[in-house]
């Protein structure tokens, strides 16, 4: 029997990220919506998630927090939609280098840019990410390299790439390289991130008239 997956979420977060890989795999999933400072900060949800962010799902008995992990989780789970190079493959190297990197080093960039928190010169070697504009350059030399991130095919590194830099774009944090642009409007076309996008944005809160 298929074991149950519970994804809990919020449309105003990376939440967001979760629901295009689910979306993406193609198992059914029950959704929890958490409102934030309430539902999300209750003892229910956070026996799930003691920091009460979301996302995070429950497959089975396991619980996994944190977008990139989900996406990596769900590619591993469901190795038969293709969504990870398999294990042996040289593309598993690109594969976390690129989930990673956009994990690690571009999400910080993108966070401490939002905040205004610039990195003196001098201390950039203590930084992740360097400077902002190196990390930059780096990711667009990846995502200009081929179609995607690992080659000619599709997978969670570039779902979870995609939706950093297109968040950045769209709030005016990152600034709109072409090579983003293509990139994002590319992964932004499949199927499965419409179909995302349109049930997070039907979930959205309503404006009063």
């Not at 591993?76 to 042996?88: K, N, Q, S, T």
């Not at 400077?131 to 590194?157: K, M, N, W």
Request: charged residues 20%; contains cysteine.
């Amino acid at each position: 029997m298929t074991q149950a997956i519970t994804f809990y979420t919020n449309p105003m977060s990376r939440g967001r990220i979760a629901r295009w890989m689910l979306e993406e795999v193609g198992e059914p999933y029950d959704t929890v919506l958490l409102d934030y400072g309430t539902t999300m900060k209750a003892p229910d949800y956070l026996a799930v998630n003691p920091m009460g962010k979301v996302p995070a799902i429950r497959h089975g008995a396991t619980v996994v927090t944190e977008a990139a992990a989900i996406c990596a989780y769900l590619a591993d789970m469901f190795p038969d939609r293709g969504l990870a190079p398999p294990p042996g493959n040289q593309r598993r190297g690109p594969y976390y280098r690129w989930l990673f990197f956009a994990a690690g080093p571009v999400e910080a960039v993108i966070s401490n840019t939002a905040m205004g928190f610039s990195v003196p010169p001098e201390k950039e070697p203590m930084m992740g990410y360097g400077s902002p504009e190196r990390a930059l350059d780096t990711i667009e030399q990846a995502v200009s390299a081929c179609a995607y991130l690992c080659g000619d095919h599709f997978t969670a590194a570039d779902l979870y790439v995609g939706s950093q830099l297109g968040f950045g774009m769209q709030f005016g944090i990152l600034e709109k390289r072409p090579a983003f642009e293509a990139y994002v409007a590319r992964l932004h076309a499949r199927p499965a991130a419409v179909r995302a996008r349109e049930i997070d944005d039907s979930a959205m809160p309503r404006k009063e008239e």
